[in-house]
């Protein structure tokens, strides 16, 4: 297939679209992207020399096709420490270590039953959580919520203690009012017996391939050493020099269909100009919810027109704090700590330093941390002055003890909207909207917010691979592009973004 495709956005899945184009086909891409940055939310911020990895992103995956893409885009360096002749453009081997901060204590995430954890709970809780788990053996609830999803997998007392508070501080809503679809893409074949089966592994020294280990339980990763946007710039780049365009700052305002054909679309740029460009396909990885709104030329019937309407979404905050080390009150191997205490509105905390030593300006006497906050684009926490909400942000890792008074050297805060496509409301009706869609001969939803799915970053490059296959091969079927990520062996938990 010849021709032009224009790609709406510059994420993981857009980019790799425009790279495989390149790769595989005579089709040159144009890519156009509503935001100043590379990378969507897996792109890498930059503060005074300190970069930040929005979300916290894994390198980590089940399909060969994405590790071998990763690899050849920033090949693997294992050094033993910080090595000053170390190259740029490299993965480096991390670790991760991720637990629960829970009555002001340490629990493991993805949460084992060691002696540690069984002691922290104490004995009254750890009995409860055995019966609670017996009774979730005999009683199987039907999963028509996530809160039922997570009980049947863990008992009520420890869904209740380790994902009921953490769950509803995400979506804005309690797990119960949460289609269990969410836990089926996030968490699925974690459980009690998953736990117990890779404690037992272990305890044997038995060899585990990947895909026999759930990936909630991957031990070690690879990480860009600048973060995961220096990944996507590379890509970027390469795109550039293969001879497709890539416009920053630029909406696609109207897709233009006749016959059932995307023909155009109508992009705004920043300074209010809109122009009209030709396509012979068009890639969407822009949110389902914008991308109906922006139809135009074509008949959309009204159901569907509410349904993506109503599409919901939560938003994110991630305050970045520099911290002095000699004021940091607890020892932090992390890269991620879960929040699951009440009294505080902090969902999760990273710890850049551990993800990569290089992320960090001054490693050695500085902890550069980002605490994240999920809201909704117009709440009190969104509208809240970026003064205000470092002060709280540095006030609530105080409250809960984990660094001194006077602990933070500098901040800043990035706020992301429609980070994540949520499941509640009229997602009952994507169904609909995605045949809707499909019914445009040449146009293909891509992506975590193309496809309105939790998609991790490997995911969204799945979908965008399978699309270039598909027009490689002259293919309109695009069931292949929606069914990655459905596969229950696949999935990631909650922590991966």
Not at 263 to 269: A, D, L, N, R
Not at 347 to 353: A, H, S
Not at 357 to 369: F, G
Request: glycine share 8%; net charge negative; proline share 4%.
């Amino acid at each position: 297939m010849k021709g032009k495709a224009i790609i709406a956005g510059a994420g993981p899945a857009g980019l790799t679209a425009a790279y495989e184009l390149l790769r595989q086909t005579e089709i040159v891409p144009e890519v156009y992207e509503e935001s100043a940055f590379i990378g969507g939310i897996s792109r890498t911020a930059r503060y005074k020399g300190n970069h930040m990895d929005i979300g916290g992103h894994r390198f980590f995956s089940k399909e060969d096709a994405v590790t071998r893409w990763w690899e050849e885009m920033l090949p693997p360096q294992f050094p033993d420490g910080p090595d000053p002749a170390l190259t740029d453009d490299v993965m480096l081997l991390r670790q991760r270590i991720s637990r629960i901060y829970f009555l002001r204590k340490f629990f493991d995430y993805p949460v084992s039953l060691k002696r540690e954890t069984l002691v922290g709970m104490g004995f009254e809780r750890t009995l409860k959580v055995g019966f609670g788990y017996l009774h979730s053996c005999l009683r199987k609830l039907p999963e028509t919520s996530l809160e039922n999803f997570y009980i049947n997998r863990f008992g009520r007392p420890l869904y209740e203690m380790f994902f009921e508070d953490y769950t509803e501080k995400v979506w804005g809503i309690h797990p119960s009012q949460l289609g269990a679809d969410w836990g089926s893409q996030r968490v699925k074949g974690l459980s009690i017996t998953a736990v117990l089966a890779d404690m037992l592994a272990r305890a044997m020294h038995r060899s585990r391939s990947a895909e026999k280990v759930q990936t909630s339980l991957i031990e070690q990763f690879i990480y860009p050493k600048y973060g995961p946007g220096q990944l996507w710039e590379k890509v970027a780049d390469k795109v550039r020099e293969g001879g497709g365009s890539l416009a920053l700052e630029s909406r696609v305002c109207a897709v233009n269909v006749q016959e059932n054909k995307v023909v155009s679309v109508s992009v705004q740029e920043k300074d209010g100009s809109v122009s009209e460009h030709p396509c012979d396909c068009f890639l969407s990885s822009m949110p389902v919810k914008d991308l109906v709104a922006a139809l135009r030329g074509i008949d959309i019937p009204a159901d569907v027109a509410a349904a993506a309407a109503a599409l919901p979404y939560r938003d994110f905050i991630t305050v970045g704090l520099c911290l002095d080390k000699k004021k940091v009150l607890r020892e932090l191997p992390d890269t991620w700590i879960y929040i699951q205490e009440r009294d505080v509105k902090l969902g999760r905390l990273q710890v850049f330093n551990n993800w990569s030593p290089y992320l960090v300006a001054d490693p050695e006497k500085t902890l550069w941390m980002g605490l994240e906050y999920f809201c909704t684009e117009g709440d009190a926490l969104w509208e809240m002055s970026d003064a205000d909400f470092i002060a709280m942000a540095a006030g609530e890792l105080e409250k809960i003890g984990l660094v001194e008074s006077g602990a933070v050297l500098d901040a800043c805060r990035i706020k992301v909207r429609k980070a994540y496509p949520a499941y509640f409301g009229s997602y009952a009706q994507m169904d609909a909207i995605r045949t809707f869609l499909d019914s445009i001969e040449n146009l293909w939803c891509i992506g975590r917010n193309g496809q309105h799915r939790y998609n991790n970053m490997d995911h969204s490059m799945m979908t965008a691979m399978e699309c270039v296959r598909s027009l490689r091969e002259g293919s309109t079927d695009k069931s292949a592009v929606w069914n990655v990520n459905t596969d229950e062996a696949y999935h990631e938990s909650k922590e991966s973004r």
